[in-house]
């Protein structure tokens, strides 16, 4: 998985129908999809309950591309393996969930996967210059974790600036999660962000049986944030 800069659309899962994940996963790739994003949660350190392990390597055969799972989780270090094993492609963690997000890290790369740093919208990047030799990706959350529909924060847009300019030329990728639309996917892309999670706004509009509304909100927003950098 090199990286690149040009604006990848990760789909989350989470707006998809749950009676046909496997045929959702395959629908929105054949529509655009870059990277397939699958929001774990587990009712404690978010305030809903999700996928585990056993899903993503039910979803894995499913997916031709990245898989890329959010965990909205804690403790987290004793999934990762299970995780690695399920098949992804990146595994996030956030750095509110534990104590010790710099072994968290170092956990999820011993795996062979890419590591993600997650950060929730009351989380300031002062812990993050130290972090950044270890992740791949960061995770800025543009809404509070546990819900998909939420409203963007608009106050995110801010963070993104700051960490662009932080990571300099190193090989990050920089994700948002949360409230991506047609209308504020060019702040965040403005701002420097290049993979962007959306949910309710990829989805609406089709199904299994009538993908052709994916492919055109993925467009959209694609469209959207690229005309946004110039």
Request: glycine share 10%; with cysteine.
């Amino acid at each position: 998985m090199p990286l690149d800069r040009s604006i990848k659309i990760a789909p989350s899962i989470l707006a998809a129908d749950f009676a046909n994940f496997g045929a959702e996963c395959r629908a929105i790739e054949a529509q655009g999809a870059d990277w397939v994003h699958v929001d774990v949660m587990d009712g404690h350190f978010v305030p809903n309950l999700t996928f585990g392990p056993a899903m993503c390597a039910a979803l894995r055969p499913h997916i031709a591309g990245v898989m890329d799972v959010h965990l909205m989780i804690a403790p987290v270090d004793p999934c990762i393996d299970a995780f690695a094993t399920a098949g992804a492609d990146v595994i996030t963690a956030h750095l509110e969930a534990g104590p010790h997000i710099h072994r968290t890290l170092q956990a999820i790369r011993s795996t062979g996967k890419k590591a993600g740093l997650a950060l929730n919208p009351g989380t300031g990047l002062d812990a993050v210059p130290q972090l950044l030799d270890l992740v791949d990706l960061v995770c800025v959350m543009t809404v509070n974790p546990g819900f998909g529909g939420q409203s963007f924060i608009a106050s995110q847009v801010a963070k993104v600036r700051a960490l662009r300019a932080m990571i300099g030329d190193r090989p990050i990728h920089i994700e948002i999660d949360g409230g991506v639309t047609v209308a504020t996917a060019p702040l965040v892309a403005a701002a420097g962000a290049d993979v962007l999670v959306a949910g309710s706004a990829v989805f609406k509009g089709g199904s299994v049986g009538n993908p052709a509304p994916y492919g055109a909100n993925i467009a959209a927003i694609r469209v959207a944030a690229e005309a946004a950098r110039g």
